[in-house]
């Protein structure tokens, strides 16, 4: 497996096709998988140079036991831009994937030739965001725990869903991967791997990327929302602040577009990527 020491940490990575620089970021208990699945590298390397990795903590990267802010990830993923000779690169950002990309358009501009979010939200403007702590894919989870007796809370907490996975017992961790099914089986056994670190708590910290840094970002950014997001509010907010920004509602899509709408996720970032590599 391709790896590289940055930061402090082992980061694992993948890269195929050449062009211009286009970098996938995952979200939080996620990894670079959900993008192989949803077959996205696979539809760009025919005219991009395309790069994933597994940030700390997740997939077969290392697991460190804290540094989970976007800017300790903003850093792992200078490093690995360096250590990987990338060129100014687009960053396309699932969920806490997109605040990292952004974050990296604030911080190091030099690495980032524009940012593509899928469904961000951020912690720097939950105040524009009532219905963050409810999210539907938040409430879909709680029903699916509720199942084998676990309760998650009415509002997102990301700490007690890695504790409340880690103390399942086998049978009944079998039993809620059988109801996630195949691709939700490896997702269920990395959270209690995260229960060991300070994730949990530190993804929804502002980490400096407030409001007014994410306004000044001066970098183009498109920003592809879910037609059924909670965060259609952050969508407008970015529109109305960001002079670069465009926006764009992916279809019959709640927070997971890549698989909810796949033709119409890559079609979306396909276009959008033929503007902001030139």
Known sequence: MPEVEVNGTRLFYQQDGTGPDVVLIHAVTSNQAVWVLSGLPEALATEYRVT?????????????????????????FRQLHAALGLKPAVLVGHSFGGVVAMHAAAVAPECVAGVVLSDSFFPGL??????????????????????????????????????????????????????????????????????????????????GLTADVLAGIRKPVVALYDEFSPFL?????????????????????????MFDNTAGFTDAVRRHLKRLSQ
């Open 233 to 257: 509010a952050t969508s407008r907010w970015l529109e109305q602040h960001l002079s670069g920004c465009t926006a764009e509602i992916i279809p019959a899509a709640k927070h997971l577009a």
């Open 126 to 207: 939950k105040h524009v965001e009532p219905n963050f702590g409810k999210m539907s894919i938040w409430v879909d989870l709680r029903e699916q725990f509720a199942k084998v007796g676990v309760e998650l809370g009415e509002t997102v907490d990301f700490s007690r869903l890695f504790r409340e996975t880690a103390a399942l017992s086998s049978a009944k961790l079998k039993e809620l991967e059988d109801i996630f099914g195949p691709f939700g089986r490896g997702w269920l056994r990395q959270l209690p791997k995260l229960a060991e670190t300070t994730c949990g708590e530190e993804v929804l910290t502002e980490a």
């Open 52 to 76: 994933t990795y597994d940030m700390r903590g997740h997939g077969a990267s290392a697991r460190p036991a804290t540094g989970y802010t976007s800017a300790v990830m903003v850093e792992d």
